[in-house]
């Protein structure tokens, strides 16, 4: 069975802490996302990659970093985290190449708090 | 660029009623469509999906959606919902020619009522 998994499921952080969000797929996919989910606003892509080492800016970069240095595990990074950065994480992964890469499939998500 | 709009916030509807999720989308070029559902405290997962052929998909649960190409909507159906239905809904788009990156709507929320 197909399967993302998520580090922590709930998060509590102070301000200027430095936070890692850990990522893991099972699938052998190329592709992995990270996205933060906030009420009335959907899922904004933060950032993805297309293979190991690769990354790629998505809509809403600012305050993050990503590190791929396995092909299984995608890592989010907040430098400093800051209080505008309460929100839910989900992490998704799809296959690559062309027209085969359909659908992502979704961890159960982490819900960060910064206070 | 492409971009997803699900018209309704929230759908309130009674248990065994039918229920209509509205999507519609912009696109200049070849698109695939997507719905996910988000059942609370999860991950989203795939309902459905059109990628060609036939205007009318079937997915999960019950729910299907119609292609409409001119109109450019891919609403969701489902003829009697359950109070298992209670969850978010997501309406997606990805570009034929996307390295991978879907867009997302805003999400409608279907709230069944006994």
């Known amino acids: 069975d197909v399967k993302v998994t998520q580090s922590s499921r709930y998060l509590v952080k102070r301000t200027g802490e430095k936070v890692f969000l850990e990522c893991v797929q099972d699938?052998?996919?190329?592709?992995m996302f990270w996205y933060r989910q906030d009420p009335g606003l959907g899922l904004r892509l933060i950032y993805f990659?297309?293979?190991?080492?690769?990354?790629e800016k998505g809509d809403i970069p600012e305050g993050y970093s990503v590190s791929r240095e396995k092909k299984e595990r995608f890592s989010l990074i907040l430098e400093s985290a800051s209080t505008n950065q309460t929100s839910m994480y989900l992490c998704?992964?799809?296959?690559?190449?062309?027209?085969?890469?359909?659908?992502?499939?979704f961890g159960p998500g982490t819900r960060l708090t910064v206070t | 660029a492409q971009s997803v709009t699900q018209l309704d916030s929230q759908v309130p509807v009674f248990e065994e009623a039918p229920v209509e999720l509205r999507c519609n989308y912009s696109?200049?070029?070849?698109?695939?469509l997507f719905w996910y559902v988000q059942y609370p405290n999860q991950g989203l997962q795939l309902l459905l999906k059109?990628?060609?052929?036939?205007?009318l998909v079937k997915g999960i649960n019950g729910f299907e959606a119609e292609f409409n190409k001119s109109q450019t909507s891919f609403h969701l159906r489902k003829p009697s919902v359950h109070i298992s239905d209670t969850a978010e809904y997501f309406c997606?788009?990805?570009?034929?020619?996307?390295?991978?990156?879907?867009?997302f709507g805003s999400g409608t929320r279907l709230s069944i009522r006994p």
């Open positions: 696109s200049s070029v070849s698109v695939y």
């Open positions: 059109y990628l060609s052929g036939s205007t």
């Open positions: 990659s297309y293979d190991v080492k690769m990354k």
């Open positions: 998704a992964s799809s296959s690559g190449g062309g027209t085969t890469s359909y659908e992502q499939y």
């Open positions: 699938m052998d996919h190329e592709n």
């Open positions: 997606a788009v990805r570009k034929y020619s996307s390295a991978s990156k879907i867009i």
